[in-house]
C-alpha cells in the first residue's frame, strides 16, 4: 500500500523499494548508499530523479516524509492507509503502532552546502559526457523560450555577421528545429546532403556559411511527425554525424521551449555560450526568463539577451511605435544580471530578405538593420571564452 502511494506521488520513473532498505532508479543501477550529511542521521542515498533522501532504518516513513515536503505540504495532517503522519517543528509521530519515532532535521548553512555538493554529485552520475564535435572550436546556441519571436532570423544573420566581421573565420550554422526547420528556406539552401569517405554528411554551402539542417533530409513540405526518441536519435545524428571540417564557431539555432532537445544538446556537447532573442511583449518575456534559467540550471552560459521586434518606424512620417511594448527585454535583463547584446526593429526590409533566401546582413549590409547584427556579433564574441588551441 505504501508503496504504491509512493510511487503515485512521487511518479513512474522513479521506484523507492523500502523493503530490504533498497532503493532503485531507471537512470542507473542500485543506489550506493553514502554517508550525507543531516540525512534523519542515518547512511542515506538520494535518488537520481528526485534527489530525495532514501534512508535505511525506518526507510517508509522517511521517504514518505520526503516525498510530501516535495509536494509543499509538510505541516498538515496526512491520512495513510489507517496510518497517521503528523508533522510539526521537523518532527513525526506514527500515531499507529506501540512506536514512536522523532526525527530532525535541522542543517546548518555548511551542511546544507555539503548536501546540496552531494546532490549534484549523485545527478551527475546519469548526465552523459560532453564530448565536442569534432574540428568545431565554439558552439553558440541561439534560443528563446517562445515561438514566433524572430529566433531563426537572428541565428542566421549572426552567422553571416560572424563571417562579415571576420573573414579569416570559419563559421557554421546548425538548425536543431526538428519539427519546423527554417535555415533551408532562409539561407536558400535546398538538397540532400552527401556522404563523405567516413560516412558522415557534409553540410549545404551559401554566402560562405557551413549549414545543415533536418530540413535537407526531408521534403519541405512533409511534416515531421516524430515521437521523443526519434527525435533525440536525429539530433545525436545532427551533432555527430555531420564533417564540419574546421570551424572556429558553430551557430546552433534552436528549437523554441526548455524540452528534450535543449536538454540532449546542452548536456552532450560543450557550449561557449547561449543567446536569448526575445520581443519586448511579456508574454514572450516570461518564457525567455525561463529559458535563461534553463541553460544556467545546465551550466550553460548565458551571453546576453537580444531584443528583436524592438520598435516599428513608420517609412512615411518616421513615428516610432513600441508595437510590443518598450524595453522589456532590458528589464529582465536587469533580473537575471544580464547584458543587451542589441535591439533589432520591426522592419519590412528584415521580413523580406529572410522569405527571399536573402539574409539582409549579406544583401543590405550598409543597412541599420544590418549594423544592428554586425553590432550583436562583435557583443557575442567579446563576451566568449578563450578558444582553445
Given at each position: 500500500?505504501?508503496?504504491?502511494?509512493?510511487?503515485?506521488?512521487l511518479?513512474?520513473?522513479?521506484?523507492?523499494?523500502?523493503?530490504?532498505?533498497?532503493?532503485k532508479?531507471?537512470?542507473?543501477?542500485?543506489?550506493?548508499?553514502?554517508?550525507?550529511?543531516?540525512?534523519?542521521?542515518?547512511?542515506?542515498a538520494c535518488?537520481?530523479?528526485?534527489?530525495?533522501?532514501?534512508?535505511?532504518?525506518?526507510g517508509f516513513?522517511?521517504?514518505?516524509?520526503?516525498?510530501?515536503?516535495?509536494?509543499g505540504?509538510?505541516?498538515?495532517?496526512?491520512?495513510?492507509?489507517?496510518?497517521?503522519?503528523?508533522?510539526?517543528?521537523?518532527?513525526?509521530?506514527?500515531?499507529r503502532?506501540s512506536r514512536?519515532?522523532?526525527?530532525?532535521?535541522?542543517?546548518?548553512?555548511?551542511?546544507?552546502?555539503?548536501?546540496?555538493?552531494?546532490?549534484?554529485?549523485?545527478?551527475?552520475r546519469?548526465?552523459p559526457?560532453?564530448?565536442?564535435?569534432?574540428?568545431?572550436?565554439?558552439?553558440?546556441?541561439?534560443?528563446?523560450?517562445?515561438?514566433?519571436v524572430?529566433?531563426?532570423t537572428?541565428?542566421?544573420?549572426?552567422?553571416?555577421?560572424?563571417a562579415?566581421?571576420?573573414?579569416?573565420?570559419?563559421?557554421?550554422?546548425?538548425?536543431?528545429?526538428?519539427?519546423?526547420?527554417?535555415?533551408?528556406?532562409?539561407?536558400?539552401?535546398?538538397?540532400?546532403?552527401?556522404?563523405?569517405?567516413?560516412?558522415?554528411?557534409?553540410p549545404?554551402?551559401?554566402y560562405?556559411?557551413?549549414?545543415?539542417s533536418?530540413?535537407?533530409?526531408?521534403e519541405?513540405t512533409?511534416?515531421?511527425?516524430?515521437?521523443?526518441?526519434?527525435?533525440m536519435?536525429?539530433?545525436?545524428?545532427?551533432?555527430?554525424?555531420?564533417?564540419?571540417?574546421?570551424?572556429?564557431?558553430?551557430?546552433?539555432?534552436?528549437?523554441?521551449g526548455?524540452?528534450?532537445?535543449?536538454?540532449?544538446?546542452?548536456?552532450?556537447?560543450?557550449?561557449?555560450g547561449?543567446?536569448?532573442?526575445?520581443?519586448?511583449?511579456?508574454?514572450?518575456?516570461?518564457?525567455?526568463?525561463?529559458?535563461?534559467e534553463?541553460?544556467?540550471?545546465?551550466?550553460?552560459?548565458v551571453?546576453?539577451?537580444?531584443?528583436?521586434?524592438s520598435?516599428?518606424?513608420?517609412?512615411?512620417?518616421?513615428?516610432?511605435?513600441?508595437?510590443?511594448?518598450a524595453?522589456?527585454?532590458?528589464?529582465?535583463?536587469?533580473?537575471?544580471?544580464?547584458?543587451?547584446l542589441?535591439?533589432?526593429?520591426?522592419?519590412?526590409?528584415?521580413?523580406?530578405?529572410?522569405?527571399t533566401?536573402?539574409?539582409?546582413?549579406y544583401?543590405q549590409?550598409?543597412?541599420?538593420?544590418?549594423?544592428a547584427?554586425?553590432?550583436?556579433?562583435v557583443?557575442?564574441?567579446?563576451?566568449?571564452?578563450?578558444?582553445?588551441a
Amino acid at each position: 500500500m505504501y508503496a504504491k502511494t509512493l510511487r503515485k506521488h512521487l511518479g513512474k520513473r522513479c521506484k523507492m523499494y523500502v523493503a530490504g532498505y533498497k532503493h532503485k532508479c531507471k537512470l542507473d543501477s542500485w543506489a550506493e548508499e553514502t554517508q550525507t550529511a543531516g540525512c534523519y542521521g542515518e547512511e542515506a542515498a538520494c535518488c537520481h530523479v528526485t534527489s530525495l533522501p532514501c534512508v535505511r532504518r525506518d526507510g517508509f516513513l522517511a521517504v514518505l516524509r520526503a516525498a510530501f515536503r516535495a509536494m509543499g505540504t509538510w505541516q498538515r495532517l496526512v491520512h495513510f492507509g489507517g496510518a497517521s503522519l503528523l508533522g510539526s517543528g521537523g518532527a513525526a509521530a506514527l500515531l499507529r503502532g506501540s512506536r514512536a519515532l522523532v526525527c530532525r532535521r535541522q542543517l546548518s548553512g555548511a551542511d546544507s552546502e555539503t548536501l546540496k555538493e552531494r546532490r549534484a554529485q549523485i545527478m551527475a552520475r546519469g548526465l552523459p559526457k560532453q564530448k565536442p564535435i569534432e574540428g568545431v572550436k565554439q558552439v553558440i546556441v541561439v534560443a528563446s523560450g517562445k515561438g514566433g519571436v524572430g529566433k531563426s532570423t537572428t541565428a542566421v544573420n549572426l552567422a553571416l555577421a560572424l563571417a562579415a566581421n571576420d573573414s579569416s573565420k570559419a563559421i557554421g550554422l546548425l538548425d536543431v528545429d526538428v519539427y519546423g526547420p527554417s535555415i533551408p528556406k532562409m539561407m536558400n539552401l535546398k538538397g540532400n546532403p552527401e556522404l563523405s569517405q567516413s560516412n558522415l554528411m557534409r553540410p549545404l554551402l551559401n554566402y560562405g556559411i557551413a549549414c545543415m539542417s533536418m530540413g535537407f533530409l526531408v521534403e519541405e513540405t512533409a511534416p515531421v511527425v516524430w515521437r521523443g526518441l526519434m527525435v533525440m536519435s536525429a539530433i545525436e545524428k545532427l551533432l555527430r554525424q555531420v564533417d564540419w571540417g574546421q570551424l572556429d564557431y558553430l551557430v546552433v539555432d534552436m528549437p523554441p521551449g526548455t524540452g528534450d532537445v535543449q536538454l540532449s544538446v546542452s548536456q552532450n556537447i560543450p557550449i561557449s555560450g547561449a543567446v536569448i532573442v526575445s520581443t519586448p511583449q511579456d508574454i514572450a518575456l516570461m518564457d525567455a526568463h525561463k529559458g535563461a534559467e534553463m541553460f544556467r540550471k545546465v551550466h550553460v552560459p548565458v551571453l546576453g539577451l537580444i531584443q528583436n521586434m524592438s520598435v516599428f518606424q513608420c517609412p512615411n512620417c518616421k513615428h516610432k511605435t513600441h508595437i510590443f511594448g518598450a524595453d522589456g527585454a532590458r528589464k529582465l535583463a536587469q533580473t537575471l544580471d544580464l547584458d543587451v547584446l542589441g535591439d533589432i526593429p520591426l522592419h519590412l526590409s528584415i521580413r523580406e530578405a529572410s522569405d527571399t533566401g536573402q539574409p539582409i546582413v549579406y544583401s543590405q549590409p550598409e543597412s541599420d538593420e544590418a549594423k544592428a547584427y554586425l553590432q550583436i556579433a562583435v557583443e557575442v564574441v567579446r563576451r566568449l571564452p578563450p578558444s582553445p588551441a
